[in-house]
T-cell receptor, first 114, second 116 residues
Framework: DTGVSQDPRHKITKRGQNVTFRCDPISEHNRLYWYRQTLGQGPEFLTY????????KSRLLSDRFSAERPKGSFSTLEIQRTEQGDSAMYLC????????????FGPGTRLLVL | AQKVTQAQTEISVVEKEDVTLDCVYETRDTTYYLFWYKQPPSGELVFLIRRNSFDEQNEISGRYSWNFQKSTSSFNFTITASQVVDSAVYFCALSATTSGTYKYIFGTGTRLKVLA
């Protein structure tokens, strides 16, 4: 069974541009989470999907951020009009309902906004 | 409010020394889960262990052991006979059941450096 995959692994963009990240969870995992991690900090929760439904969004997720999970499989996280403060590692995790709530993380997408 | 505190920002040890990483948590939930993850330089968070709030039994897995004490709200992690490959950032995380999302609240991490 393959783990959680994320694409791209690295992204450099200019301020004001839009970026989109993709996450492919472990197959059969119906829960999917996005976190953001800045340098020297622990990951912070952004949003959560159960199947295709987005059930919770953090206050960290401003209007410039949008996430989708069509068909309850892969998920995308889009940031519009990027700002330098968006520079961070974006982590995706998935879990299986009933499996002790353990989340398995992908390798992350490191975003640098110039 | 839920919170995880990892007071040790960075620890350096010499190979083969034992080292304990501290984790203190806060939650009002009676049912919750605690986790430890390892983050090597590659960035991926690697799951190490989970504990639920009703299971205070300590656990040992090879050179790793965990001490869960509800009385002090602590979930400490000990590496015995540390190795250079143990060098990484280690995160403690709390997942409470209130919201139903089981999202994680992470501590700020402890960077462990094991010197040869």
């Amino acid at each position: 069974d393959t783990g959680v995959s994320q694409d791209p692994r690295h992204k450099i963009t200019k301020r004001g541009q839009n970026v989109t990240f993709r996450c492919d969870p472990i197959s059969e995992h119906n829960r999917l989470y996005w976190y953001r991690q800045t340098l020297g900090q622990g990951p912070e929760f952004l949003t959560y999907f159960q199947n295709e439904a987005q059930l919770e969004k953090s206050r960290l997720l401003s209007d410039r951020f949008s996430a989708e999970r069509p068909k309850g499989s892969f998920s995308t996280l889009e940031i519009q009009r990027t700002e330098q403060g968006d520079s961070a590692m974006y982590l995706c995790a998935s879990s299986l309902v009933g499996e002790m709530k353990t989340q398995y993380f992908g390798p992350g997408t490191r975003l640098l906004v110039l | 409010a839920q919170k995880v505190t990892q007071a040790q920002t960075e620890i350096s040890v010499v190979e083969k020394e034992d080292v304990t990483l501290d984790c203190v948590y806060e939650t009002r939930d009676t049912t919750y889960y605690l986790f430890w993850y390892k983050q090597p330089p590659s960035g991926e968070l690697v799951f190490l262990i989970r504990r639920n709030s009703f299971d205070e039994q300590n656990e040992i897995s090879g050179r790793y052991s965990w001490n869960f004490q509800k009385s002090t709200s602590s979930f400490n992690f000990t590496i015995t006979a540390s190795q250079v490959v143990d060098s990484a950032v280690y995160f403690c995380a709390l997942s409470a059941t209130t919201s139903g999302t089981y999202k994680y609240i992470f501590g700020t991490g402890t960077r462990l450096k094991v010197l040869a």
